[in-house]
């Protein structure tokens, strides 16, 4: 392997096309997949302390355990046991999420929403399987930063025992960027 | 409001409609935004890499949304203590939250109900910065009733 092709890149692989492409994609799951860790203390801690969460179920194994039996995952770090690292020994991972591969016109993109339920609790030493699935990609639509497309993916998420722990809806932003207007900034 | 000290046991029957929630007051800097990025493990350049938030048609570097999920589940979390599940929350990023901003938090009870038997509560969490609207967020969660044991029941 050259030295370049070991170069930490950041950048998202997107596949690019047209929308008409991209509305065949709706329906498309991904396969079930295991998050890279199990729900652990030390991820737990730098999550709650980014936001400055006290909340004991996070921090306190006694408070916890009279709740839940140990120590649980903030709901807020749903979509961090989601997330992969971009390198492993099988290779690079271009293809962190499903939404980055619907082929579209834009060339990056922001996140705008979300809408997220909970089940069950998740435990130290849970792991997560999570499954993917496009539900909508929309017309081109204008806005404040540039045009583009809106990609909605559904996210639902079992624990080591079968059990439904979650579900999350998230809308993207795949877009053009605008010109900023003169004195905008 | 109840005056009922951080981390306490809320429980159903002590909250009323338009409960008005403390705020909490955070600025942006670019520090803050590097702790997210490791804690979310979230290394898209647009929360770390200011040419490439510009590109973007963005001010400076950005939150992510897993940090707007921290905030205002702290928010609302701090308020509606430990016993408190979190059964669903909706997040709208309305505007990006940049270096820079300071985040100052407005949060009330928007609807006080009880469903299959279980008291719930919604709470509604804006952030604010100079810029206005940042996100706002309902929460909604399933709170302990006065009849029940101390702590809520595990799951």
């Known amino acids: 392997m050259s030295e370049s092709s070991q170069k930490v890149d950041l950048a998202l692989k997107l596949s690019f096309g047209t929308y008409e492409q991209a509305r065949t994609w709706v329906g498309t799951k991904s396969k079930a997949r295991a998050c890279e860790d199990d729900i652990n203390w030390s991820a737990i801690k730098d999550f709650c302390s ?6 004991p179920n996070y921090w306190d194994e006694d408070a916890a355990r009279s709740r839940y039996g140990t120590i ?17 020994p099988s290779g690079p991972v271009e293809d962190p999420i499903l939404a980055t591969r619907v082929p579209l016109p834009g060339d990056t993109i922001i996140n705008i929403s979300t809408d997220s339920e909970f ?29 583009g497309h809106f990609i909605t993916t559904l996210s639902i998420f079992h624990n080591q025992h ?19 207007a003169e004195g905008s900034r | 409001m109840s005056p009922i000290g951080k981390q306490a046991r809320r429980c159903w029957e002590d909250v009323l409609q338009g409960d008005t929630l403390p ?16 804690a979310t493990r979230d290394f898209f350049p647009g929360h770390h890499d200011r040419d ?48 820079g901003d300071t985040m100052r938090t407005k949060a009330q009870v ?13 709470v509604k969490v804006q952030v604010l910065t100079e810029h206005g609207l940042g996100a706002k967020a309902t929460l909604t969660y399933i709170l302990p009733s006065r009849a029940d044991a101390e702590p809520g029941g595990v799951r």
């Open chain 1, 50 to 55: 980014l936001a400055r969460d006290a909340n």
């Open chain 2, 110 to 122: 928007v609807r006080h109900y009880r469903e299959d038997g279980r008291g719930m509560v919604e």
């Open chain 1, 162 to 180: 079968g059990e439904l722990v979650a579900r999350n809806r998230n809308v993207l932003f795949r877009f053009i960027a605008a010109a900023p």
């Open chain 1, 72 to 88: 649980v995952s903030p709901p807020g770090m749903l979509m961090v046991w989601q997330m992969r690292r971009r390198w492993n």
């Open chain 2, 23 to 38: 705020e909490v007051v955070m600025p942006v800097t670019l520090s803050l935004c590097v702790l997210d990025a490791a």
């Open chain 2, 52 to 99: 490439y938030a510009r590109g973007q048609n963005v001010r400076d570097v950005y939150l992510n949304t897993m940090f707007f999920h921290g905030l205002v589940d702290r928010v609302a979390g701090d308020w509606a203590g430990p016993d408190a599940w979190l059964s669903r929350r909706r997040l709208d990023m309305t505007a990006p939250v940049c270096v």
């Open chain 1, 119 to 147: 089940f069950r609790p998740m435990k130290l030493g849970d792991r997560l399987t999570v499954e993917e699935e496009i539900v909508d990609v929309s017309a081109e639509k204008r806005t404040r930063i540039g045009a």
